[in-house]
């Protein structure tokens, strides 16, 4: 008997290449020469390669400078390598890492309070939370950020080509959150003095070979647009109110959200416990970012948020993408329901 097809909803972690995306890469794979190389295979690659980027730049509404990287992480060890930011509480692992030991504290709904920004320093505040999906205030963090003499890098993983850019002095993007290829990003500056140059590419501010085929990928990715975020908030909609019915708690529920991301708290079933019934039932979500989710340590930012541990420990991730659908939505509350009925009565 043929099984039903499964249901993705773990964008937040990776979403699927768009077929233009696989279709326009495959075709660059013919130009297979080094950008970097003199000769005339080199300089057609070189130019498809800035051709990639200037799309990429027209598709983001940015006019300042892009330093294509192999990730998003890559882009925040590049902004942020001196190890002396500050960041917020709830930004992802990958900033924590490199940045200073001090952190901006964040209220119960996830928010910054740009009032915490106080002295000349680089600050690291994300725009949307890759957890929650709680979008920041970052018009009123750059404020305060440089009426205190700092500068501002924003990781905009999350949010690239679904919410308008921010003012910030360097950004942080990567591809495969929107349906582009994974191992390309680019880190967004308007002033390259605010970086260290290391030699090598990307004008001296990244070394290796530049990945052609990903760059174009990437600008088809941020190209074909997020026309579906509206019944994506409708889908978020309806099931936050299924789940608040079902006796679960939506986290942030007050905050700004972005509708593609949505944590929710089973009370009585551990996240890992419901991480294997839903992929049992044919449905991929997450605990936390794709990044930490193989741990068994708390969220840090759910615990940024004042949320204790077992609490923490009972709420899941659900991403929606560009093809996720009613009927998606559907079975995850359905499955949803009986997995919480089973705690109850456990």
């Known amino acids: 008997m043929a099984q039903n ?9 990776t979403t699927p290449l768009l077929p233009a995306v696989r279709h326009a890469m495959a075709g660059a794979m013919e130009r297979w020469a080094n950008p970097s190389s003199p000769h005339s295979e080199g300089r057609a690659a070189r130019a498809a390669l800035e051709d990639a980027r200037a799309r990429i730049k027209s598709a983001l509404g940015w006019d300042g400078e892009v330093i294509l990287t192999s990730g998003a992480s890559e882009a925040i060890a590049l902004a942020l390598g ?27 709904n996830g928010y910054v309070d740009p009032a915490s920004i106080c002295k000349p320093s680089r600050y690291a505040v994300q725009s949307v939370n890759n957890e929650t999906g709680v979008i920041q205030s970052l018009e009123k963090i750059a404020d305060a950020v440089r009426a ?18 921010p003012d910030a002095d360097l950004i942080a993007i990567s591809a495969h959150k929107l349906g582009g290829p994974p191992g390309i990003g680019a880190l967004l500056t308007r002033n390259l003095g605010l970086l260290q140059p ?17 760059a174009i990928g990437f600008a088809v990715a941020l190209e074909a647009g997020f ?11 309806r099931l936050d109110e299924a789940v608040i019915a079902g006796g679960g708690e939506v986290v942030a529920q007050e905050s700004r959200r972005l509708p593609t991301i949505a944590s929710y708290r089973m009370p009585g079933a551990a996240a890992s416990s419901q991480l294997i019934n839903f992929d049992m039932a044919g449905i991929a979500v997450s605990a936390g970012s794709a990044c930490s989710s193989g741990t068994l340590k708390t ?11 077992k609490s923490a420990s009972e ?10 659908d009613e009927a998606d939505v559907s079975l995850f509350i359905e499955i949803w329901q009986s997995i919480a009925n089973r705690a109850k009565t456990a």
Not at 5 to 13: E, G, K, N, S, V
Not at 91 to 102: G, N, R, S, W, Y
Not at 299 to 309: P, T, Y
Request: glycine fraction near 12%; include cysteine.
């Open 5 to 13: 097809p499964r249901i993705y909803l773990d964008h937040a972690a």
């Open 82 to 108: 001196g190890g002396e930011a500050i960041a917020s509480a709830v930004e992802h692992d990958a900033v924590l890492a490199v940045a200073a030991p001090e952190r901006l504290p964040v209220d119960s």
């Open 148 to 165: 205190s003499g700092g500068t501002l890098f924003a990781d905009c993983s999350q949010s690239a080509g679904k919410l308008p850019l």
């Open 198 to 214: 290391t030699g090598g590419q990307e004008q001296g501010y990244r070394r290796g070979t530049e990945n052609l085929p990903a």
């Open 227 to 237: 026309g579906w975020l509206e019944k994506a908030e409708r889908l978020r909609q």
């Open 299 to 309: 969220s840090h930012v759910l615990g940024a948020m004042g949320w204790d541990s």
């Open 315 to 324: 709420v899941i991730r659900v991403s929606f993408g560009p093809d996720t």
